[in-house]
């Protein structure tokens, strides 16, 4: 039996912690400055029926509001896939370089003459739009027109790597001198896809394609 | 409150005559050693167990479960039973803390031989009613500022909050703030500041938001009731909620706006929209937003440039500092300062601690902690080794005397 007057007490700490509690249930009222006008008029009428975003707005699905800040130098957590589920093995020679906000992984490779290539290691749920939109992504990206359908299988190549299904492909750009090349696998793993996107001037892209498939192999789960 | 809980137990206490051998066995409960001991083992095992169970559950979750609980609660898997398997920090704090004191208390004799000890106690009373004050009011939020951009709030770590903004006096805009709890009720609110009634028709913890022409899983998902505003063409997709520390969970909801006239819409809110989303209601223009719950200021503060110096030739790290401007309301202040880590701007009750950055170095992530019982542990840990140094020190002096006294004997 508790003595009556201890009672006071119980009673006074389940006050204090239920009133901490109500706080969070309150709807406030309150009169703030402005916020800063935002680049572009905001929507005040459906979208557009192609389903594309009014000119100057930001990409939809990206936070405006990251989250805590998990360590000091990756700044913060934008929306990227959770965790870092993947882990590798990279060459000596490639440099890495701090991840950012976005990537999971980083690396410079240098070649000659100044020349430097870049490996991008980035995951994300779901998956982001499927191998052929993610492909013709990456198309444009080295001024590459965007594949058929029917064409897609045949510029892809299917590495299996442990319990991995790789999804690998190898583009040359059609402008510049040198043009750059893109290595690119397209990794899923348990409901993310994991991107490692490898671009740079051909020339040495095709100098670390061993490399880089030698990296792949050594893809294993954290 | 020390004082109060002290006037309390002294009063029972002095409840002596008569004292039943019930009163009795309790006060020798609450006086005993063996109640410290146990209490500290207990709270040996918490932390071992929940500094385990962090990995599961990140710093936030592990906090509210294991240590700001009065039980520790083990969900019977498949259903929704909690059961308490094991005492949590409040009650094992609480114990302590009734422990102490009672002890001190009973055994409390003046005189100076006895002040050490007395002080380190109170020293360790004091520590433990700053951490409750701590649990209770402490506020941990964080500040986002790109270089230029100054701001007036923080935004919460974990919770968001339904606002519905009026945008039409020219100065000020007057915000109604519904916290992500009553949004989770998934109920009509009706509110004497809004002219309409705010209806949440569904809500998720943890979203994403893709438009749906964006992804083949965003083009399959299920249909939305959305009528209105951007939501319109997008798919919200649930995830599973995450408790990792570098994470934060983003909510979304479809919330239905009805005037008295009608219906005016459905929309997705999320902040993952990118763009505020606006309606018109009796000539007004009217915000909806699903953002981070805001912790609004008496002053503004500015980046003016952010930092980050690496060691030559190198990308590591050497020093991470934010120069900010700090304008009060009332004019009072007006000053620039840097904040660098272990060197946080103190200013009106708050603590900015540097603790990110983003966008190639030009925004800055400030952590904002308001503690009004901050300077509590400091005070405590100051008693705690006076305390202990009048204690050991009267030890020492007695030792010496002794020693010399049988130098001097033979």
Redesign the interface.
Do not use: C, F, W
């Given at each position: 039996?508790i003595?009556p007057?201890?009672y006071?007490?119980f009673a006074l700490?389940a006050l204090?912690?239920a009133?901490?509690g109500c706080r969070?249930?309150?709807?406030?009222?309150?009169?703030?400055?402005?916020?800063?006008a935002?680049a572009?008029q905001?929507?005040?009428a459906?979208?557009a029926a192609t389903?594309q975003?009014p000119d100057g707005?930001?990409?939809?699905?990206?936070?405006?509001?990251?989250?805590?800040?998990?360590?000091?130098?990756?700044?913060?957590?934008p929306?990227v896939a959770?965790?870092n589920a993947l882990a590798w093995t990279a060459p000596a020679h490639w440099l890495p370089?701090?991840a950012g906000?976005v990537r999971k992984g980083s690396y410079n490779i240098p070649g000659d003459e100044g020349a430097v290539a870049d490996l991008a290691i980035t995951a994300f749920?779901?998956?982001?739009?499927?191998l052929f939109?993610n492909v013709n992504r990456w198309r444009g990206q080295i001024g590459l027109p965007p594949l058929a359908q029917a064409e897609l299988e045949a510029s892809v190549q299917h590495l299996d790597v442990g319990a991995f299904h790789i999804d690998f492909v190898d583009l040359t750009g059609s402008g510049g001198n040198p043009p750059m090349r893109l290595l690119g696998a397209i990794v899923p793993h348990e409901g993310q896809t994991w991107f490692f996107k490898l671009t740079g001037p051909a020339p040495l892209v095709a100098r670390e394609l061993p490399a880089f498939r030698e990296f792949l192999s050594t893809l294993k789960v954290r | 409150m020390a004082i109060q809980l002290d006037c309390f137990v002294a009063s029972l206490l002095a409840m002596t005559p008569p004292m039943t051998d019930l009163l009795r066995s309790f006060r020798n409960l609450f006086v005993s050693l063996q109640l410290t001991v146990a209490l500290l083992i207990l709270s040996l095992i918490l932390v071992f167990v929940a500094t385990l169970d962090q990995v599961n559950l990140g710093i936030w979750a592990v906090q509210a479960k294991y240590f700001r609980s009065f039980a520790v609660l083990w969900n019977v898997p498949h259903t929704d039973i909690s059961l308490p398997v094991f005492p949590g920090g409040y009650f094992i704090g609480g114990l302590l803390l009734i422990n102490l004191v009672c002890a001190h208390v009973y055994r409390f004799s003046l005189g100076w031989r006895k002040s050490g000890i007395q002080l380190a106690h109170s020293g360790l009373i004091l520590l433990l009613v700053g951490e409750l004050l701590t649990g209770l009011l402490a506020k941990e939020s964080f500040m986002r500022l790109d270089q230029g951009e100054t701001k007036q709030y923080s935004d919460s770590f974990t919770y968001s909050e339904l606002v519905l903004i009026d945008h039409s006096d020219a100065e000020l805009d007057t915000v109604v703030a519904i916290p992500e709890a009553l949004v989770a009720d998934k109920k009509s609110i009706q509110h004497p500041r809004l002219p309409f009634q705010v209806t949440v028709k569904d809500y998720y913890p943890n979203v994403t938001v893709q438009m749906r022409n964006q992804s083949a899983a965003a083009a399959a998902a299920a249909p939305s009731p959305v009528t209105a505003g951007l939501g319109v063409q997008a798919a919200m997709i649930p995830l599973a909620i995450t408790y990792k520390p570098d994470e934060r969970n983003i909510p979304g909801a479809y919330v239905g706006i009805t005037s008295p006239e009608g219906p005016l819409g459905i929309w997705l809110v999320s902040p993952l929209l990118g763009l505020p989303q606006t309606f018109q209601h009796a000539g007004k223009t009217w915000e909806i937003a699903l953002r981070s719950q805001r912790h609004y200021k008496p002053f503004a503060v500015t980046l003016l440039k952010f930092s980050h110096d690496r060691y030559p030739g190198t990308e590591i790290p050497k020093n991470f500092s934010s120069r900010v401007r700090v304008r009060s309301d009332d004019g009072t202040e007006d000053r620039e300062t840097l904040i660098f880590m272990n060197n946080p701007l103190r200013y009106g009750g708050y603590t900015f601690y540097q603790a990110g950055f983003d966008n190639n170095d030009t925004t800055t992530v400030l952590q904002v902690v308001r503690n009004p019982g901050w300077v509590l542990p400091y005070v405590a840990c100051v008693m705690m080794g006076l305390g202990l140094i009048i204690q050991f020190g009267f030890s020492l002096t007695g030792f010496f005397r002794k020693r010399t006294a049988a130098t001097s004997g033979t």
């Open positions: 039996m003595p007057r201890r006071s007490t700490l204090l912690s009133a901490a969070d249930r309150e709807i406030v009222t309150y009169r703030a400055p402005k916020d800063p935002p572009a905001p929507a005040t459906p979208v389903g975003l707005h930001p990409p939809i699905g990206q936070s405006t509001n990251p989250g805590p800040m998990g360590a000091m130098p990756d700044g913060t957590a929306t959770a965790g370089k701090p906000s749920p779901g998956d982001t739009g499927g939109a | -």
